[in-house]
């Protein structure tokens, strides 16, 4: 037996398992002392500590592992609501994130302050476990742009019919599964109810991988009711999930022990709020503001052109507080010079010819734009209201009527005089939409007429819109201030449904 237990010894050794820690001699305590004297005598391990005010480090060994009964020890002190069982694949895990992705480790303790204080605060609010802020690491690395090859976006890495299922909304212009406060909302929405849909947080954050429906065929197959049972008919995907869960949340509490620090922590940017209604060019708005567009991009992840269209509906443009003194004081300025749509075709078509260096004439591409526009740009428009009725059908909520409709729920109970949120099937309702009115008829009759005398090819008239992901015909048809009956007709749709990448004509 003594032999057996030297050669396991000489072993540990070579493989560096044997991993007494030692003390970095130019590292700054992080840590309290308390802290630290605990884990050594949880482990057995003398705390130097006493000595030298400094955290100890685990040392890295020509191949570096940590030792079992380290992680099982720490698991157990970090663990709360949700367990954090060890397992061998939380073990490998753990040892990835330090040696193999420390670089990104380290970026995930930077962002930390960036994201965290929303989640807690969002978390508590639905009552949830405020470890979960840790789940947000796995699924998008803290990018709130993140794109997965599924397009799953955001920090929460929707899918596009879940994002719109919890309420986020996307179109051209806005994708709200990048909006970190809605879509940790949407996040914290559909946590809870996978919780309670499986009563155990282990499945519940499989369930948020997979689906529920996976997780649910990998209890019948296996017979299994908690996650490790059912581990070995999962897909490998969501195998990994969990563990890289339990190992990211040990690196944000035990990372600096493992010598990775936060060097250049990120803060969130103090930032007002300014309201939107109709076209804005923000590249314009940035520069006539000071604004850095980068800077605004970054308050503003949710912004997915530099444009927003003229029905937008107060939208709420979140800027750096230091500028906004500056933007109230000279807002007629700024929002004049960023809000017509054409100036930059009027100043196209003021120098649109040019000269080459052989003399030969040139015409600026931006004045064909301006010849295309010259009608439009001579007539005014004004928004109405226009009030419509809405017949409620079955399983219809106000929340996604008001999807339905692009307005707000606090509008449609002000207009039908409802104080609470219950409608039935059947109930008529009465809808307010904002529509456009051409002033000044007669400029366009003449135009017209003009048009009439020349020959013209028969689609002269006809423009088209590529559907992109999340368009639908009720959009499309706000867009071009079309009825969507003359969209379906002119493009021979007997349905609603539309697919991304389909070519729309747009009639005039």
Same mark, same amino acid.
């Given at each position: 037996?003594?032999?057996?237990?030297?050669?396991?010894?000489?072993?540990?050794?070579?493989?560096?398992?044997?991993?007494?820690?030692?003390?970095?001699?130019?590292?700054?305590?992080?840590?309290?002392?308390?802290?630290?004297?605990?884990?050594?005598?949880?482990?057995?391990?003398?705390?130097?500590?006493?000595?030298?005010?400094?955290?100890?480090?685990?040392?890295?060994?020509?191949?570096?592992?940590?030792?079992?009964?380290?992680?099982?020890?720490?698991?157990?002190?970090?663990?709360?609501?949700?367990?954090?069982?060890?397992?061998?694949?939380?073990?490998?895990?753990?040892?990835?994130?330090?040696?193999?992705?420390?670089?990104?480790?380290?970026?995930?303790?930077?962002?930390?302050?960036?994201?965290?204080?929303?989640?807690?605060?969002?978390?508590?609010?639905?009552?949830?476990?405020?470890?979960?802020?840790?789940?947000?690491?796995?699924?998008?690395?803290?990018?709130?742009?993140?794109?997965?090859?599924?397009?799953?976006?955001?920090?929460?890495?929707?899918?596009?019919?879940?994002?719109?299922?919890?309420?986020?909304?996307?179109?051209?212009?806005?994708?709200?599964?990048?909006?970190?406060?809605?879509?940790?909302?949407?996040?914290?929405?559909?946590?809870?109810?996978?919780?309670?849909?499986?009563?155990?947080?282990?499945?519940?954050?499989?369930?948020?991988?997979?689906?529920?429906?996976?997780?649910?065929?990998?209890?019948?197959?296996?017979?299994?009711?908690?996650?490790?049972?059912?581990?070995?008919?999962?897909?490998?995907?969501?195998?990994?999930?969990?563990?890289?869960?339990?190992?990211?949340?040990?690196?944000?509490?035990?990372?600096?022990?493992?010598?990775?620090?936060?060097?250049?922590?990120?803060?969130?940017?103090?930032?007002?709020?300014?309201?939107?209604?109709?076209?804005?060019?923000?590249?314009?708005?940035?520069?006539?503001?000071?604004?850095?567009?980068?800077?605004?991009?970054?308050?503003?992840?949710?912004?997915?052109?530099?444009?927003?269209?003229?029905?937008?509906?107060?939208?709420?443009?979140?800027?750096?507080?230091?500028?906004?003194?500056?933007?109230?004081?000279?807002?007629?300025?700024?929002?004049?010079?960023?809000?017509?749509?054409?100036?930059?075709?009027?100043?196209?078509?003021?120098?649109?010819?040019?000269?080459?260096?052989?003399?030969?004439?040139?015409?600026?591409?931006?004045?064909?734009?301006?010849?295309?526009?010259?009608?439009?740009?001579?007539?005014?428009?004004?928004?109405?209201?226009?009030?419509?009725?809405?017949?409620?059908?079955?399983?219809?909520?106000?929340?996604?009527?008001?999807?339905?409709?692009?307005?707000?729920?606090?509008?449609? %109970? /002000?207009? +039908?005089?409802? =104080?609470?949120?219950? &409608?039935?099937? *059947? $109930? !008529? @309702? #009465?809808?307010?939409?904002?529509?456009?009115?051409?002033?000044?008829?007669?400029?366009?009759?003449?135009?017209?007429?003009?048009?009439?005398?020349?020959?013209?090819?028969?689609?002269?008239?006809?423009?088209?819109?590529?559907?992109?992901?999340?368009?639908?015909?009720?959009?499309?048809?706000?867009?071009?201030?079309?009825?969507?009956?003359?969209? %379906? /007709?002119? +493009?021979?749709? =007997?349905?609603?449904? &539309?697919?991304? *990448? $389909? !070519? @729309? #004509?747009?009639?005039?």
């Amino acid at each position: 037996m003594r032999i057996s237990k030297k050669v396991l010894w000489l072993g540990a050794v070579c493989v560096g398992l044997w991993n007494s820690e030692v003390v970095a001699e130019n590292m700054q305590p992080v840590v309290p002392q308390e802290r630290l004297e605990a884990d050594g005598d949880t482990l057995g391990i003398a705390a130097q500590a006493d000595e030298i005010d400094l955290p100890e480090v685990e040392e890295i060994g020509v191949n570096p592992a940590v030792p079992e009964q380290l992680l099982r020890a720490r698991f157990a002190k970090l663990e709360k609501s949700i367990p954090l069982t060890y397992h061998k694949s939380s073990h490998e895990f753990v040892e990835y994130f330090i040696y193999r992705k420390a670089k990104f480790t380290k970026t995930m303790m930077e962002k930390m302050p960036l994201y965290f204080p929303l989640f807690e605060k969002t978390l508590q609010k639905h009552g949830l476990p405020t470890e979960l802020k840790y789940l947000s690491m796995i699924e998008s690395g803290l990018d709130p742009r993140a794109i997965s090859r599924a397009r799953a976006g955001g920090l929460w890495q929707f899918m596009p019919a879940t994002g719109r299922e919890f309420g986020l909304h996307q179109d051209t212009y806005i994708d709200e599964r990048f909006e970190p406060v809605k879509a940790t909302e949407a996040a914290c929405t559909y946590l809870k109810q996978l919780y309670n849909i499986f009563g155990d947080w282990e499945l519940a954050l499989a369930s948020y991988n997979t689906g529920p429906g996976n997780v649910k065929r990998a209890m019948r197959r296996s017979h299994g009711t908690t996650f490790w049972t059912i581990y070995n008919v999962l897909p490998k995907e969501t195998r990994s999930y969990v563990p890289q869960y339990v190992a990211m949340n040990y690196m944000m509490n035990y990372g600096n022990y493992h010598g990775i620090y936060a060097e250049n922590p990120e803060y969130i940017v103090p930032n007002d709020t300014i309201h939107i209604n109709g076209y804005i060019n923000l590249v314009t708005f940035c520069e006539t503001s000071g604004i850095a567009l980068e800077e605004l991009e970054k308050l503003n992840p949710h912004l997915t052109k530099k444009t927003l269209p003229d029905q937008t509906r107060n939208f709420v443009l979140r800027v750096p507080s230091v500028k906004y003194t500056y933007l109230v004081s000279n807002r007629n300025v700024i929002m004049d010079s960023c809000t017509k749509r054409f100036s930059s075709v009027m100043l196209a078509r003021m120098d649109s010819t040019q000269r080459d260096s052989l003399g030969n004439s040139v015409v600026n591409s931006l004045a064909s734009v301006a010849e295309e526009e010259e009608v439009a740009d001579r007539i005014e428009t004004k928004i109405v209201s226009k009030k419509s009725s809405y017949i409620v059908r079955k399983g219809e909520t106000l929340s996604s009527i008001s999807r339905k409709m692009n307005v707000e729920i606090s509008d449609l %109970k /002000k207009w +039908n005089h409802l =104080r609470k949120s219950n &409608i039935a099937k *059947g $109930q !008529k @309702l #009465i809808v307010y939409k904002n529509v456009k009115r051409v002033v000044g008829q007669e400029v366009r009759v003449a135009s017209t007429r003009t048009e009439k005398e020349k020959p013209q090819n028969k689609h002269s008239k006809h423009r088209y819109h590529t559907v992109q992901h999340g368009d639908t015909l009720w959009t499309i048809s706000q867009r071009y201030g079309l009825p969507v009956n003359n969209l %379906k /007709k002119a +493009n021979k749709i =007997r349905g609603n449904d &539309i697919k991304p *990448g $389909q !070519k @729309l #004509i747009i009639t005039s």
